[in-house]
């Protein structure tokens, strides 16, 4: 069986700023036998499925970095509705992620992933959202 094409999308600043975008890309993957990812910080909760709804979006995986930090029994930290943790185990989850599973590209407006995926096969395509002066990572 060939390897099918396997794409990364994070929500907030992507999926959640351009939803219709989103909804028409991933319904085309997964209707073309693509594997969509969903690579974010925030574990899946009814929330983030009723979000992830309410757009349309059609994914086959999801992978959250609370849940794989704390799987790993490393804490996470809430403050202001926000994780913290171990920042560098942070910053290097979604490109571990995308290079144990694969992943041929992976849409982000995070500048702070961009240099986690300088030396991995994953192509990050960062996406830009002009409104979004600041960049929150977490
Ligand atoms: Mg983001």
Redesign the pocket.
């Known amino acids: 069986m060939k390897k099918p094409l396997k794409i990364g999308l994070?929500?907030?600043?992507?999926i959640d700023t351009f939803p219709l975008k989103f909804k028409l890309l991933s319904a085309a993957l997964v209707n073309d036998g693509c594997e969509v990812h969903i690579v974010?910080?925030l574990r899946r909760e009814a929330s983030i499925d009723q979000l992830l709804l309410d757009a349309g979006i059609q994914f086959t995986h999801y992978f959250s970095i609370v849940t794989h930090l704390e799987d790993q029994g490393l804490v996470v930290d809430w403050r202001e509705g926000l994780p913290y943790a171990d920042e560098e185990k942070w910053n290097l989850a979604k490109s571990e992620y995308c290079t144990a599973q694969n992943i041929d590209f992976m849409f982000?407006?995070?500048p702070t992933y961009l240099g986690t995926f300088s030396e991995i096969d994953t192509t990050y395509l960062h996406v830009i959202n002009p409104d979004r002066k600041v960049y929150?990572?977490r």
């Open positions: 994070d929500i907030h600043g992507v974010t910080g982000d407006d995070s929150v990572t």
